[in-house]
């Protein structure tokens, strides 16, 4: 614990000096089309990356211990960028394409090489349509990159490969002085051979590893005119892994792929009757139901938000209506336009609960029973991609934390029920952009390794024979990064656990990169 400590402290000192030196022009997104490429070096004590230097990055990842890593990045955007119905050149053609390509070398205690986006896209006006893996999340929030993560999908796992049909911004309806927008989509993918439940299978197999596919959705609308300081936000996102029915089935399953899509699609039930499967609605689905607001000051934005989740259908009664994201987001929109030597661009605030489940003896009784977020009786591994969870990156699958809790081998998430303060800020401090995340949690585990045990529609399960002891866990993170000449950019990160779910560690990481970019 000393030599953490001292790890800690001296790492933190090396970026206080840092910080106090130079001004930094932050490279976004936004440009039209450009190569980006960055040296990494960095280091992890007790051979653990840190909670924030491996959560929602999309599955790019340094690898434990002393490594090195290599990260390059190729894309093109549209030329017309944000909400089509507010552009400014009206003479620009309707059609526009473009791509992303982004792959990780890691070089330390083993060699790595992750392909984190591969995607081309086309747009038409308002809709696009976009083929491969790609870095984006599902949900609604006040900032992505700040945020703890979206229940649905927080980019915290690599992309899922889909085709995605979309309205990607808002498109302002022209009727009622543009009173109300819409956005939305409808994706299919593939997830590859997933395991599925042994006890599941109704034909006799030695093989449990099936083609997995995934069924996405969302509509999500704005209420407010433009010039409107208040505006009113809410939607609803569906995700559902499907898949090789028939081959865990047998001729007991009698619906092709197109009707199973179908069910799909609607979240209906089946099975039961003659048919002896235990009737459910197929796949393992999840997704949140959205709501949020913003108001606009002259100087400052205010966005808040909820999300309230969903997996097996006690939403509908709000039986777990206590759980969800809640969020307050707080934007300067003078931000760099003054000379401070000190600035602030975003400010947020979360509190995340997922305790309830709708799984305690007195609440509201349910048909499916309590939600067990992210855990699913049919595949194994639950809403997980390449080992990483799809979800929230607070909700702990059980590789990742320290041994010795109680945890119910049929459980890949060992700890769901989770309450959680979250911060999270971006700003300047001299010449140097920061981003820093503080988040404390409180995790119980499971109602399976609760007291009370688990309930499965009107079935009661006795409670795993250990008891999950409640733990509290801290998880920090600050990143700064400055410009240099001829668009190179310097940067440095620190990261720290402690607490009792993840192995207490500390890490840091210097980077140096080079953009390319052409407007």
């Known amino acids: 614990m000393k030599r953490l400590n001292i790890l800690f402290l001296s790492l933190t000192f090396y970026c206080g000096i840092l910080l106090l030196s130079t001004k930094v022009k932050a490279q976004t997104d936004t440009t039209r089309q450009y190569v980006d490429v960055s040296l990494l070096a960095g280091y992890t004590s007790n051979d653990i990356v840190p909670f924030w230097m491996r959560s929602n990055q999309y599955g790019s990842i340094p690898l434990a211990g002393a490594s090195g890593g290599l990260l390059v990045r190729a894309a093109k955007n549209y030329a017309i960028q944000g909400e089509w119905t507010e552009r400014s050149d009206t003479t620009a053609s309707k059609w526009d394409w473009g791509y992303g390509l982004e792959a990780r070398t890691n070089v330390g205690s083993t060699t790595q090489v992750q392909l984190i986006d591969a995607h081309v896209k086309v747009r038409y006006a308002m809709f696009e349509a976009k083929l491969g893996r790609t870095k984006d999340v599902m949900g609604l929030n006040g900032d992505t990159l700040l945020s703890s993560g979206n229940f649905a999908v927080s980019g915290n796992a690599l992309g899922i490969p889909m085709l995605d049909i979309r309205i990607p911004e808002y498109y302002r309806l022209p009727w009622l002085g543009g009173l109300f927008s819409f956005k939305g ?110 108001y606009d000051w002259d100087d400052v934005q205010l966005m808040a938000y909820r999300q309230n989740i969903y997996e097996v259908g006690a939403i509908s009664k709000l039986a777990n209506i206590a759980d969800g994201l809640n969020g307050i987001a707080l934007t300067n929109k003078t931000y760099n336009k003054t000379a401070k030597n000190w600035d602030w661009q975003k400010l947020l605030f979360e509190f995340f609960y997922s305790k309830d489940q709708a799984g305690y003896p007195w609440s509201k009784p349910t048909a499916s029973g309590d939600e067990d977020y992210y855990n699913n009786y049919y595949y194994t591994e639950g809403w997980s991609y390449k080992a990483q969870g799809v979800g929230s990156p607070l909700i702990a699958p059980a590789h990742s934390v320290r041994a010795g809790q109680a945890h119910d081998p049929m459980d890949y998430f060992i700890s769901n029920r989770v309450v959680a303060g979250h911060i999270g800020m971006r700003g300047r401090l001299y010449q140097w952009n920061v981003t820093g995340k503080l988040t404390f949690a409180k995790h119980y585990g499971t109602f399976t390794t609760s007291a009370h045990g688990k309930s499965t529609g009107g079935r009661w399960h006795e409670p795993h024979e250990e008891k999950f002891v409640p733990v509290s866990q801290f998880s920090g993170f600050v990143r700064a990064e400055r410009e240099l000449p001829n668009d190179f950019f310097f940067g440095i990160c620190l990261a720290v656990d402690q607490g009792s779910l993840f192995n207490n560690s500390v890490g840091g990481q210097v980077s140096l990169r080079k953009f390319f970019g052409k407007k």
Do not use: M
């Not at 590859?192 to 609308?221: C, M, R, W």
């Not at 001729?251 to 235990?278: C, H, Q, R």
């Open 185 to 294: 989509n409808f994706a299919n993918g593939l997830v590859g051979e997933i395991p599925i439940a042994a006890n599941q299978f109704l034909v006799p197999t030695d093989k449990y590893a099936h083609p997995t596919l995934l069924h996405q959705k969302s509509l999500y609308g704005r209420i407010g005119r433009p010039h409107w300081r208040l505006n009113l936000y809410g939607g609803i996102n569906h995700q559902a892994q499907w898949g090789s029915e028939k081959k865990v089935y047998g001729d007991s399953y009698t619906l092709n792929n197109v009707e199973t899509l179908w069910y799909v699609f609607w979240g209906k039930a089946y099975g039961g009757g003659n048919i002896p499967i235990p009737r459910s609605k197929l796949g393992n689905q999840l997704g949140s139901i959205d709501l949020g607001l913003s």
